[in-house]
């Protein structure tokens, strides 16, 4: 069965603490390996789409990478502004299966 | 910045009412979609839309729903007979050139069944 499990689930960090989420997926036929950023009530908000393993991208305080089984979104030196819920998703078939997220909350 | 809108924001209906959700995807994208949110849970597929008809859909998407681009601009999803379980924020999404490459997703509407 096609999964995309984050963890943790939740995330406490102090200003300017450095941490990194994970991403594992069980999906074949992988077409991309998106991360969104979503705040309460809101929509998730793009930040990187991933497409082969070893591949990196940076935003920023954010930077995610790709291996074959897994995504890794790494924060540097987050501020309180960087308090939201982060989303990975995976692409099959023209579709998006979305992990339960991760939500951050970065305190002064 | 380009964006999805939607509308309305929140609405709150009763059980067994007609609902359409209206969403305005980013000019010149050509696929989209529908998405849905329970409180607390993952956000999942519904349905997509390609040259005017549906690519896929879920399980979730039986026949109490159904997606119309009636012009050029609009794509709609119509809930034909709203249970207590549709309640969610259904997000509207756009893909200007399919498979592997970025979904865009707007703020959502926010639906209360009552």
């Known amino acids: 069965e096609d999964q995309v499990t984050q963890s943790p689930e939740a995330l406490r960090l102090q200003e300017g603490e450095s941490s990194s989420l994970n991403c594992s997926y069980t999906?074949?036929?992988?077409?991309?390996l998106f991360w969104y950023r979503q705040d309460p009530g809101k929509g998730p908000e793009f930040l990187f789409t991933?497409?082969?393993a070893g591949e990196e991208k940076e935003k920023e305080r954010l930077k995610a990478t790709l291996t074959k089984k897994e995504s890794f979104l790494h924060i540097t030196a987050p501020k309180p502004e960087d308090s939201a819920t982060y989303l990975c998703?995976?692409?099959?078939?023209?579709?998006?299966?979305f992990g339960q997220g991760t939500e951050l909350s970065v305190k002064p | 910045e380009p964006e999805v809108t939607q509308t309305p924001s929140h609405q709150v209906t009763q059980m067994g009412q007609e609902v359409i959700l209206r969403c305005v995807p980013i000019?010149?994208?050509?696929?989209f979609y529908w998405y849905r949110q329970i409180l607390g849970q993952k956000v999942e597929f519904l349905v997509s839309?390609?040259?005017?008809?549906?690519?896929?859909k879920s399980e979730i998407f039986d026949d109490q729903f159904s997606v119309e681009r009636p012009d050029g601009s609009n794509f709609t999803l119509k809930i034909r007979s709203t249970k207590l379980e549709d309640s969610a924020m259904y997000f509207c999404?756009?893909?200007?050139?399919?498979?592997?490459?970025?979904?865009?997703f707007g703020e959502g509407s926010w639906l209360t069944v009552v």
């Open positions: 998703a995976v692409e099959k078939g023209g579709k998006l299966i």
């Open positions: 999906v074949s036929g992988l077409r991309g």
């Open positions: 991933l497409y082969s």
């Open positions: 000019s010149n994208h050509l696929y």
């Open positions: 839309f390609y040259n005017n008809e549906i690519s896929e």
């Open positions: 999404a756009s893909n200007g050139q399919g498979y592997g490459n970025t979904i865009y």
